[in-house]
């Protein structure tokens, strides 16, 4: 079975600095991973995901995450935030031969970017 | 945005009545999702479809049923709601099996 963690329940940062989210995941198999954004009082969207190749992915709205597969990380990234950056994000892993992309998710990181 | 909408956005209904939630897609994608989002616990699968007629079962199936009779429409059931179904539903879609692509607005249900 897989699960997923996300270090973080909220990360306050100011306008125009870096940010991280962290994303570990456990699983006997190979995964595919995601992250995903929610604005508030809105259904998600997929940010960037990670099925194969190059294990640097780069995403939406200038996000980009990277694969660690020794250490079992998915950790987003953004060099510069916007206010507008503020939502809830979440991490998701099925693993590869799960038929239908059935996911699991983490349990979510409010980012909040503060002027 | 991906045609995707969800019917109704809001409803309230009473311990004991069926309700049938309305997932709608303009997109032809094969696979579509329900998924119940509550604090604390992020969004769990409920059920999902990975064709006309074909379902299967995610990790929170218990008390919920599915149909697909088109590609466009996938119907979600309480057949008895209970408290605990109290939650924001979310369905989605994706072309292929590499996890959801598009979430709909949600559909939030609250069980007295």
């Known amino acids: 079975a897989q699960s997923v963690t996300q270090l973080d329940s909220q990360v306050p940062v100011f306008e125009e600095a870096p940010v991280e989210l962290r994303c570990n995941y456990s699983?006997?198999?190979?995964?595919?991973l995601f992250w995903y954004v929610q604005y508030p009082n809105q259904g998600l969207q997929l940010l960037l995901k990670?099925?194969?190749?190059?294990?640097l992915v780069k995403g939406i709205n200038g996000f980009e995450a990277e694969f660690n597969k020794s250490q079992t990380s998915f950790h987003l990234r953004k060099p510069s935030v916007h206010i507008s950056d503020t939502a809830e994000y979440f991490c998701?892993?099925?693993?590869?031969?799960?038929?239908?992309?059935?996911?699991?998710f983490g349990q979510g990181t409010e980012l909040s970017v503060k002027p | 945005d991906a045609g995707i909408t969800q019917s109704p956005r809001h409803k309230v209904t009473e311990t004991g009545t069926p309700v049938t939630l309305r997932c709608h897609q303009t997109?032809?994608?094969?696979?579509m999702y329900w998924y119940r989002q509550d604090p604390g616990h992020g969004l769990r699968l409920i059920h999902y479809?990975?064709?006309?007629?074909?379902?299967d079962k995610g990790e929170v199936s218990d008390g919920y049923s599915v149909s697909r009779s088109k590609t466009e429409d996938f119907l979600l059931t309480l057949e008895s709601a209970t408290s605990s179904q109290t939650s924001v539903y979310f369905c989605?879609?994706?072309?292929?099996?590499?996890?959801?692509?598009?979430f709909g607005p949600g559909t939030r249900l609250t069980v007295l």
């Open positions: 998701a892993v099925s693993h590869v031969y799960n038929q239908g992309g059935k996911l699991i």
């Open positions: 989605a879609i994706s072309e292929s099996g590499g996890g959801p692509r598009y």
């Open positions: 699983s006997s198999v190979s995964v595919y």
């Open positions: 479809s990975y064709g006309v007629k074909d379902t």
């Open positions: 997109e032809n994608h094969r696979y």
């Open positions: 990670y099925l194969s190749g190059s294990t």
